[in-house]
């Protein structure tokens, strides 16, 4: 084994790239429009969609929701497998291709939370809230988090040098390990997601996030919000609600 890939990395960051986007605000104005224009709708593809700021408006407000469906956003992600785990119950409108444990050695790279990571919780389930921890718990996280992500790829390291399959091997690595995937989504799958997977005050249903999965959706809203705009601008006036 290379040095390169035995010693292990540790990021308190992750990615969520956009890598292909067919997505627009007018892909929602032309798929709204058919009910009432039939064939006619056609003429919507080639219009400013600023002018019809009002239908999409109406659409999110009175939860249209399938004219949000039209359309098709694939991200790369990078994250714990926590994470994954989290992400992958949202189902409705969502594909995945997650990389393989079975079909190649898993690179030693740990989750190890940055030092803005709120570590402290307060109150009891439904009601509690995350606050800042100490230096000295910050300290402790990470020598705790390094030294059993070491032990943990070590002997994963020692049955993959005694023959033992990647199958078998991967099952004594945590699930602070990264791993990547790519996933699928339509507007109105975001939005469900996005309604979840963030902490808004203003949101018109509250939402709890784990920190690490709503940084993967903090990314992901950044990056539609540049693809569709007035969508976006409409989701966040009606409360973040999904239509």
Known sequence: M?????????????TADLVRGAAADSDVIWAARVSTAGEQS????????????????FLMRDR?????????????ISAPIF????????????SYNEES?????????????DEDRKLVQQGRPGRYEFVDGTAEQHRTVSS?????????????????AAGVAREVARAVLPVGLFSSMYATCNARSLMHF???RTKREHAAVPSFPQ???????????EQWAELMPLTRAAFEKHGRVAP
Not at 4 to 10: D, G, K, M, N, V
Not at 45 to 50: A, S, V
Not at 211 to 217: F, K, L, Y
């Open 42 to 57: 056609l003429e919507a593809l080639q219009q400013d969609p600023d002018k019809s700021e009002g239908l999409i408006n």
């Open 64 to 76: 249209h929701g399938t004219p949000f469906e039209h359309n098709s956003m694939t991200f790369f």
């Open 194 to 196: 996005l309604s979840l």
């Open 83 to 94: 994470v994954f785990r989290e992400f992958q119950r949202h189902r409705s409108g969502w």
């Open 144 to 160: 705790a988090m390094e030294a059993a992500y070491r032990e943990a790829y070590e002997r994963y390291q020692e049955m993959l």
């Open 101 to 113: 444990g079975r079909y190649r050695e898993l690179q030693p790279v740990f989750y190890v939370p």
């Open 211 to 221: 920190r690490e999965i709503e940084m993967v959706a903090e990314r992901m809203e």
């Open 2 to 14: 290379s040095e390169e890939t035995t010693a292990p990395r540790f990021r308190g960051d992750i």
